[in-house]
């Protein structure tokens, strides 16, 4: 199924007539009046990004976000913006009263008088919000996070109290740049007094007051513990012409959609939070010395350069463990995890995980670049908080049994490695989770896993009481994605290179996690796991600090492997597709090529051999053959024609087919044309008795692999093959919980 456009009005009036009652909630306290469009500014207002900005096709620009980051340059990304903001939390009434000074660089060449800014919070202020309007929408399509169900004291918001530029009051008001209701108000434009000229930089003194909604889609509190996150203005970003597809200067502010994350200008962060003295604070960035304690309240302070995002905890008695990690290139990191009481056997194994995943990312794609980590875990009930990932802070999952070979300690480990890798592919690459969440769901996933095949670490299917009679089946991250993202989703209904919210289902943005590694396993094996990985890691030094494209993956792998055309199909059916791939044997028959009686033209003349004659003729010739070639049990001097035909349905990738003859002897032909289907032959002393397409399993996006053998015998292979996808789709559940 190619894209789903539906028109937002219509999608959204029945919501507005539901939710009535929000509408009237939302007419409360009015923004301050529109003044008049300041002199300065340009009259052609800038554009928004389109609603369905997706399917990215043309390369960036060479010298896109400032051009590739050298070590010559003085600050990792090409800084942006600035945020200094002094909050203080109240963890009785669950809110967050704050202070932001912005400063904001125009890097185009117009002026700007008006500017966007996210109010993520208010998804979470009533059930007119894009967020929840969308959630009805997919109800019943699929499990998904975000589901709790909030209730009277428990809605999250963020009010403007106030916003100033250079001692001027700045107007306001709600924008919808997706088409949402108009009871959404997490796009903000804000109406400046003084137009920014191009090149020049903008101030703003912001005043907010958040109430944290109780604990959904990975922000707020529950019962002490508060994951503060997405909780501030915070402003869009200001896309130039050769910058993702950008054609002109435009706004990317998406709303907050039900499925999606974020996506934002790198920066500088510098925040202190006063919470309770028995609080314990952990952040993203470097602490800044200890806690400064005023009589009940302790101030702690982080400081951060060259990242997208903040986001903190505060809880009382927590524990904290902490470690360290060296490595080529990077500066000394500190590992931190902090943790609730129930779960300190988890701060061990996390710390573990997480070392290891900075050993492996450095090695493979680049040094890691700041000074932390921090990790933290959960408490009891309080899952939608977990998995979650920010600049050099995540939030991990928790499990009461870690230990080693379990299934519980395996996706303790994943998740941690996963959270930490999205640092890697959100963080430093900067990928842009609204539109193209498979360049870091799916990419992430997909580098988690190559790390854990690198570890020889997989899911172990079994007990404990299994293990000790000797049974201990495991299952590969890879071929896991192979089943849930492609048996799961044999006929896929977007292609992956869709935004987050033009989706059928739930169930089809969660296949972006497995689908692109199936996707990018079979380039794997079909490039070379070597030639792969040199790809990836150019991709990424190439557009670290950049913000790239699909497009721009597609180029770097197209450069490096050498075999553009290959790539290009791949991607032209699977990424920016929705094409499944079939490919099967079909039939398989074996024709003697010996005499046969019948009326042939002999010497010039015409004469008739009989049944009879020929036998008499074939057990000479055999007779003889024998003698010469004591021991061989073939046809002797004749020859079988041998027949194999395949056939596909659906997109074509290049596949080998292996034969085999009744003599143990083999051939293999590589089927690499864009035909529906081919029948190979060969001559040889013995009959075929089976054929097998794609014998080394390169193909992971094969839709079903019980179809690609036929033999002349029962083969109980087929029933194997048929329980092992069975069970690894049970366990799926486990695997599709881990990743959303």
């Given at each position: 199924?190619?894209?789903?456009?539906?028109?937002?009005?219509?999608?959204?009036?029945?919501?507005?007539?539901?939710?009535?009652?929000?509408?009237?909630?939302?007419?409360?306290?009015?923004?301050?009046?529109?003044?008049?469009?300041?002199?300065?500014?340009?009259?052609?207002?800038?554009?928004?990004?389109?609603?369905?900005?997706?399917?990215?096709?043309?390369?960036?620009?060479?010298?896109?976000?400032?051009?590739?980051?050298?070590?010559?340059?003085?600050?990792?990304?090409?800084?942006?913006?600035?945020?200094?903001?002094?909050?203080?939390?109240?963890?009785?009434?669950?809110?967050?009263?704050?202070?932001?000074?912005?400063?904001?660089?125009?890097?185009?060449?117009?002026?700007?008088?008006?500017?966007?800014?996210?109010?993520?919070?208010?998804?979470?202020?009533?059930?007119?919000?894009?967020?929840?309007?969308?959630?009805?929408?997919?109800?019943?399509?699929?499990?998904s996070r975000g589901a709790a169900v909030l209730k009277k004291g428990q809605w999250g918001y963020?009010?403007?109290?106030?916003?100033?530029?250079?001692?001027?009051?700045?107007?306001?008001?709600?924008?919808?740049?997706?088409?949402?209701?108009?009871?959404?108000?997490?796009?903000?434009?804000?109406?400046?007094?003084?137009?920014?000229?191009?090149?020049?930089?903008?101030?703003?003194?912001?005043?907010?007051?958040?109430?944290?909604?109780?604990?959904?889609?990975?922000?707020?509190?529950?019962?002490?513990?508060?994951?503060?996150?997405?909780?501030?203005?915070?402003?869009?970003?200001?896309?130039?012409?050769?910058?993702?597809?950008?054609?002109?200067?435009?706004?990317?502010?998406?709303?907050?959609?039900?499925?999606?994350?974020?996506?934002?200008?790198?920066?500088?962060?510098?925040?202190?939070?006063?919470?309770?003295?028995?609080?314990?604070?952990?952040?993203?960035?470097?602490?800044?010395?200890?806690?400064?304690?005023?009589?009940?309240?302790?101030?702690?302070?982080?400081?951060?350069?060259?990242?997208?995002?903040?986001?903190?905890?505060?809880?009382?008695?927590?524990?904290?463990?902490?470690?360290?990690?060296?490595?080529?290139?990077?500066?000394?990191?500190?590992?931190?995890?902090?943790?609730?009481?129930?779960?300190?056997?988890?701060?061990?194994?996390?710390?573990?995980?997480?070392?290891?995943?900075?050993?492996?990312?450095?090695?493979?794609?680049?040094?890691?670049?700041?000074?932390?980590?921090?990790?933290?875990?959960?408490?009891?009930?309080?899952?939608?908080?977990?998995?979650?990932?920010?600049?050099?802070?995540?939030?991990?999952?928790?499990?009461?049994?870690?230990?080693?070979?379990?299934?519980?300690?395996?996706?303790?480990?994943?998740?941690?490695?996963?959270?930490?890798?999205?640092?890697?592919?959100?963080?430093?690459?900067?990928?842009?989770?609204?539109?193209?969440?498979?360049?870091?769901?799916?990419?992430?996933?997909?580098?988690?896993?190559?790390?854990?095949?690198?570890?020889?670490?997989?899911?172990?299917?079994?007990?404990?009481?299994?293990?000790?009679?000797?049974?201990?089946?495991?299952?590969?991250?890879?071929?896991?994605?192979?089943?849930?993202?492609?048996?799961?989703?044999?006929?896929?209904?977007?292609?992956?290179?869709?935004?987050?919210?033009?989706?059928?289902?739930?169930?089809?943005?969660?296949?972006?996690?497995?689908?692109?590694?199936?996707?990018?396993?079979?380039?794997?094996?079909?490039?070379?796991?070597?030639?792969?990985?040199?790809?990836?890691?150019?991709?990424?030094?190439?557009?670290?600090?950049?913000?790239?494209?699909?497009?721009?993956?597609?180029?770097?792998?197209?450069?490096?492997?050498?075999?553009?055309?290959?790539?290009?199909?791949?991607?032209?059916?699977?990424?920016?597709?929705?094409?499944?791939?079939?490919?099967?044997?079909?039939?398989?028959?074996?024709?003697?090529?010996?005499?046969?009686?019948?009326?042939?033209?002999?010497?010039?003349?015409?004469?008739?051999?009989?049944?009879?004659?020929?036998?008499?003729?074939?057990?000479?010739?055999?007779?003889?053959?024998?003698?010469?070639?004591?021991?061989?049990?073939?046809?002797?001097?004749?020859?079988?024609?041998?027949?194999?035909?395949?056939?596909?349905?659906?997109?074509?990738?290049?596949?080998?087919?292996?034969?085999?003859?009744?003599?143990?002897?083999?051939?293999?032909?590589?089927?690499?044309?864009?035909?529906?289907?081919?029948?190979?032959?060969?001559?040889t002393p013995s009959k075929v008795v089976s054929a097998q397409l794609d014998p080394e399993h390169?193909?992971?996006?094969?839709?079903?692999?019980?179809?690609?053998?036929?033999?002349?015998?029962?083969?109980?292979?087929?029933?194997?093959?048929?329980?092992?996808?069975?069970?690894?789709?049970?366990?799926?559940?486990?695997?599709?919980?881990?990743?959303?």
């Open positions: 199924m190619s894209r789903i456009r539906k028109h937002p009005v219509g999608m959204w009036l029945m919501a507005l007539v539901v939710c009535l009652p929000a509408v009237a909630m939302a007419q409360q306290g009015k923004p301050v009046a529109k003044p008049a469009v300041p002199t300065s500014a340009s009259t052609t207002p800038v554009p928004f990004v389109s609603a369905h900005a997706a399917d990215f096709r043309v390369p960036s620009a060479a010298n896109a976000w400032g051009g590739p980051r050298t070590a010559a340059d003085a600050t990792l990304s090409d800084e942006v913006v600035s945020y200094t903001i002094k909050a203080t939390l109240d963890p009785d009434a669950h809110t967050v009263d704050a202070v932001e000074h912005m400063t904001w660089r125009n890097r185009s060449k117009r002026p700007i008088s008006k500017v966007y800014f996210h109010l993520y919070l208010n998804a979470f202020e009533n059930p007119g919000s894009l967020y929840f309007t969308e959630r009805r929408m997919f109800a019943g399509s699929g499990s963020i009010d403007l109290k106030s916003v100033v530029q250079g001692g001027q009051k700045v107007a306001w008001h709600f924008v919808h740049p997706d088409g949402g209701p108009k009871t959404d108000h997490t796009v903000v434009e804000f109406d400046l007094p003084k137009a920014i000229p191009a090149g020049g930089t903008m101030a703003l003194d912001i005043a907010f007051h958040d109430k944290l909604p109780r604990v959904v889609e990975r922000t707020g509190w529950f019962g002490k513990f508060h994951l503060v996150a997405q909780w501030f203005p915070k402003i869009g970003v200001l896309e130039l012409p050769g910058e993702r597809g950008a054609t002109q200067v435009r706004w990317n502010v998406h709303a907050f959609h039900y499925h999606s994350e974020f996506y934002a200008d790198y920066g500088n962060y510098d925040v202190t939070m006063t919470v309770p003295k028995n609080y314990i604070v952990g952040a993203v960035g470097v602490e800044q010395g200890k806690p400064a304690i005023q009589g009940n309240t302790a101030t702690w302070h982080f400081v951060q350069h060259d990242v997208e995002d903040f986001a903190w905890v505060a809880a009382p008695d927590y524990g904290r463990q902490f470690t360290t990690w060296t490595g080529p290139g990077s500066p000394k990191v500190t590992v931190e995890v902090i943790y609730p009481p129930e779960y300190k056997m988890d701060a061990q194994p996390i710390l573990e995980a997480t070392t290891k995943a900075l050993t492996y990312f450095s090695d493979t794609l680049g040094p890691y670049p700041y000074k932390t980590v921090t990790a933290v875990v959960p408490p009891y009930n309080a899952s939608e908080a977990g998995g979650m990932e920010y600049p050099t802070f995540f939030t991990a999952d928790a499990f009461t049994d870690v230990t080693p070979g379990t299934a519980s300690r395996y996706m303790l480990d994943f998740v941690t490695i996963h959270e930490f890798g999205h640092g890697y592919f959100m963080g430093i690459l900067g990928s842009n989770e609204f539109e193209e969440p498979m360049l870091d769901e799916g990419m992430n996933r997909f580098w988690d896993d190559r790390m854990l095949a690198h570890l020889h670490e997989g899911l172990h299917l079994t007990t404990p009481f299994l293990r000790w009679l000797g049974i201990d089946p495991s299952i590969t991250g890879a071929e896991m994605g192979r089943m849930i993202g492609v048996l799961g989703f044999n006929f896929p209904s977007d292609p992956l290179d869709e935004n987050s919210w033009d989706r059928m289902s739930n169930t089809s943005y969660g296949s972006v996690y497995m689908r692109t590694e199936a996707t990018m396993v079979t380039l794997q094996n079909l490039l070379g796991h070597k030639v792969m990985g040199e790809a990836i890691k150019a991709y990424y030094e190439r557009w670290k600090f950049r913000h790239p494209s699909a497009a721009d993956l597609r180029t770097v792998l197209e450069q490096v492997s050498g075999k553009p055309k290959l790539v290009d199909r791949i991607f032209d059916e699977e990424v920016y597709g929705t094409r499944r791939i079939d490919d099967r044997v079909v039939g398989m028959h074996s024709e003697w090529l010996g005499p046969r009686p019948g009326n042939f033209v002999k010497d010039g003349k015409r004469v008739t051999t009989t049944r009879a004659e020929v036998d008499k003729i074939v057990a000479a010739a055999r007779k003889a053959w024998q003698k010469a070639h004591p021991g061989n049990t073939t046809d002797g001097p004749y020859l079988w024609r041998n027949y194999v035909t395949v056939m596909r349905d659906g997109a074509a990738v290049p596949e080998t087919l292996e034969v085999t003859f009744a003599d143990g002897s083999s051939k293999t032909v590589a089927w690499t044309d864009g035909s529906r289907w081919k029948r190979f032959h060969w001559d390169k193909i992971m996006l094969d839709a079903n692999m019980l179809n690609n053998s036929y033999t002349v015998k029962a083969n109980p292979a087929a029933a194997h093959r048929w329980a092992a996808d069975f069970a690894s789709l049970v366990k799926s559940f486990y695997t599709f919980v881990v990743t959303l």
